[in-house]
């Protein structure tokens, strides 16, 4: 019984997200609509869905690290009730919402498998163009391979630098390739599930939901 709910419960997750389009068109998302104060925590989350992720289980990895992180979210939710996501991957999105564990498994759940290559500077541009003003703003990107479009991340970075706080994550991949990102990036490395687990831990207990005085 409990292996044919879960069965269903991803069924009826599989085409969460809307898609997104990086051919330079220009989305208005209004965002800060809904995001209700300047001490809000918004927190825009890429996770490479190129095809190379269906190598090693590390599509499945991710995913459960996302989860674990549930609880990460959960202690700070409690107290404050002022974060919000959104969940991109290098062909969807979700829109943003105030975060609730049900929304964020959900999300999780329904994110298309892995395929295609690494557009990573044309997302990471979409995203920088519709991100919100309202808030404190996060930006966590986790790839496994270098970036094969034609829109440079670094480029990318460098002209929308301290729109958001950036933190790059190069998964079961050397991070020395992307070292010309560190000057606008937060950059780890996490060579299996474990390391990346630490990771999403460190960088959000320690950059992104830190308790402070005026997050009251």
Not at 6 to 13: E, H, P, T, W, Y
Not at 78 to 98: A, P
Request: hydrophobic share 35%; with cysteine.
């Amino acid at each position: 019984m409990k292996k044919l709910f879960a069965i269903l419960f991803l069924l009826c997750c599989v085409g969460c997200g809307d898609n997104i389009s990086t051919d330079g068109a220009k989305e208005v998302l209004d965002y800060d609509s809904v995001i209700e104060s300047e001490n809000s925590i918004v927190v825009s989350i890429l996770v490479d869905s190129s095809g190379s992720m269906n190598e090693k289980n590390k599509w499945q990895s991710v995913k459960e690290v996302l989860v674990k992180l549930s609880d990460v979210l959960d202690g700070y939710q409690s107290k404050h009730n002022n974060v919000y996501v959104i969940l991109y991957t290098f062909r969807t999105k979700t829109e943003i919402f105030l975060y609730d564990r049900e929304r964020f498994l959900r999300e999780i759940g329904g994110l298309p498998n892995p395929n295609g290559n690494t557009p990573l500077g044309e997302v990471t541009e979409y995203i920088c163009d519709n991100m919100p003003q309202k808030g404190k703003k996060h930006l966590f990107i986790l790839t496994d391979g270098e970036e094969n479009g034609n829109v440079p991340i670094e480029r990318v970075l460098q002209s929308n630098e301290g729109k958001a706080s950036v933190y790059f994550v190069a998964f079961d991949f050397n991070k020395k390739n992307y070292e010309r990102l560190g000057k606008h990036a937060k950059m780890f490395q996490a060579d299996n599930k474990d390391e990346l687990d630490a990771v999403v831990f460190e960088v959000f207990t320690k950059n992104i939901l830190v308790e402070k005085e005026d997050d009251e």
